[in-house]
């Protein structure tokens, strides 16, 4: 949040303690830079990269996806899912479906893709990061969890995936 505000200082060029004494008009152009100027500041290139990455595919080509702007397979795909509006720290599979369909023009992963590579995901953060707790998912309740709250915000505002 100090973050944030420092920004939005930075962009609406109060640059002193009076500046409760005044009306700011922020726009929303203001609050886009704001945004993309603070994620500057948190680091999750590595987390994106192994999770965008999944795991090795040993041989098996995966199924590529078109979005509106790029292409990618279902990990690109859940990853802009868990980004898309609007934000949510915890996806149960039924949202968690709805947005990868949504990202994806014409073919999207099914729902056993889905369901197992938010498995693998899991799985490839706990190997690589075992100190971290960035993403979750709950097999039995099928719900996507994302408890670092850094992380969320790095893939809605950094262009890492695009």
């Not at 009306?23 to 603070?38: G, H, K, L, P």
């Not at 990618?72 to 369909?101: F, H, M, N, Q, W």
């Not at 498995?119 to 719900?143: C, I, N, S, V, Y």
């Not at 994302?146 to 950094?158: A, G, H, T, V």
């Amino acid at each position: 949040m100090q973050l944030l505000c420092l920004h939005a200082c930075y962009v609406t060029e109060i640059e002193s303690t009076d500046f409760w004494k005044r009306e700011v008009d922020v726009s929303d152009e203001d609050i886009v830079q704001i945004f993309n100027d603070a994620v500057e500041f948190v680091d999750h290139e590595n987390t994106v990269d192994v999770l965008d990455s999944g795991p090795n595919p040993r041989g098996t080509k995966r199924n590529i996806y078109q979005f509106d702007g790029g292409e990618g397979d279902v990990y690109r795909c859940i990853l802009r899912a868990i980004a898309a509006d609007p934000p949510r720290r915890s996806l149960e599979y039924s949202e968690l479906k709805r947005r990868t369909d949504a990202e994806c023009v014409g073919r999207s992963p099914d729902s056993s893709s889905i369901i197992r590579s938010c498995g693998q995901m899991k799985d490839l953060l706990k190997d690589r990061f075992p100190d971290e707790h960035a993403l979750d998912w709950d097999e039995t309740k099928r719900e996507l969890h994302i408890p670092d709250p850094y992380l969320l915000f790095y893939l809605r505002w950094s262009n890492h995936l695009d």
